[in-house]
Nanobody, 114 residues
Framework: QVQLVESGGGLVQAGGSLRLSCAASGIIFRDNAMAWYRQAPGKQRERVAVISSVRSTMYADSVKGRFTISRDIAKNTVDLQMNSLNPDDTAVYYC????????WGQGTQVTVSS
C-alpha cells in the first residue's frame, strides 16, 4: 500500500520561502510523474506543479516563476521550493502522482501572512 507523507509547511510572512518535501513507501518516484497539489479553504484542490519521470516540469500559472518542483532519487522524495510567497498561497499542500491515483496523505499546512 502506498503511503504519501508531506512535510515542511508552516507560517511565513509574505515574500518568504518554504521548502516542502514528500516521502513515500511503496512507490518509486523516479518511475512516476509526480505532482504537488494544494487546497485552500472553500476551494477545490488544484495541481500546482508536475515533474515527469524524465524530470520535465510544468507549473500552474499562479506559481510559475516562484515554485520549483524537484526529485531526489537517492532519498525517494519529491520537493517543492516555494519562493515569494503571498497570502493566496495559503493552503494545505499534498503530493500524489500526476493523475492522483493514490490515497491522499495528510498534507502539510502552509500559511502566508500579509
Amino acid at each position: 500500500q502506498v503511503q504519501l507523507v508531506e512535510s515542511g509547511g508552516g507560517l511565513v510572512q509574505a515574500g518568504g520561502s518554504l521548502r516542502l518535501s514528500c516521502a513515500a513507501s511503496g512507490i518509486i518516484f523516479r518511475d512516476n510523474a509526480m505532482a504537488w497539489y494544494r487546497q485552500a479553504p472553500g476551494k477545490q484542490r488544484e495541481r500546482v506543479a508536475v515533474i515527469s519521470s524524465v524530470r520535465s516540469t510544468m507549473y500552474a500559472d499562479s506559481v510559475k516563476g516562484r515554485f520549483t518542483i524537484s526529485r531526489d532519487i537517492a532519498k525517494n522524495t519529491v520537493d517543492l521550493q516555494m519562493n515569494s510567497l503571498n497570502p493566496d498561497d495559503t493552503a494545505v499542500y499534498y503530493c500524489n502522482t500526476r493523475d492522483a491515483k493514490y490515497q491522499w496523505g495528510q498534507g502539510t499546512q502552509v500559511t502566508v501572512s500579509s
